[in-house]
């Protein structure tokens, strides 16, 4: 069974940065090679952040995110982590890492995605 665990969240002020990580263990391999970061705030959907497709390397930013956020991975860590810098109050939300096989054009629907973390909470405030 895949397992994700996220980490890194915290409270910071606008403008400031945190790192978070996600780190991947268990199951297939090929059953986690696409890691995705949702968010969802009090109140709102879960929103697509950012993915990564492991294999190539290949990552996806959503517009709201675009320069500010940078995901990445570290193969031998079996991590992913998720640069968040200048923070804004609405990245507030908990955010949580995801996984399944592909990402292709769809990796922003979360219903897709088989495997979850538990979630991490970041707060910014202005």
């Known amino acids: 069974q895949v397992q994700l665990a996220e980490s890194g969240g915290g409270s910071v002020q606008a403008g400031q940065s945190l790192r978070l990580s996600c780190a991947a263990s268990?199951?297939?391999?090929?059953?986690?090679?696409?890691i995705a970061w949702f968010r969802q705030a009090p109140g709102k959907e879960r929103e697509a952040v950012a993915s990564v497709y492991l294999p190539y390397d290949t990552a996806r930013h959503a517009d709201s995110v675009k320069g500010r956020f940078r995901v990445s991975q570290d193969s031998a860590k079996s991590t992913v982590y998720l640069q968040m810098n200048n923070l804004k109050p609405e990245d507030t939300a908990t955010y949580f890492c995801a996984a399944r096989n592909l990402c292709g054009d769809g990796w922003h629907m979360s219903d897709s995605y088989t495997y979850w973390g538990q979630g991490t909470q970041v707060t910014v405030s202005s």
């Open positions: 268990g199951g297939k391999a090929a059953n986690r090679e696409c």
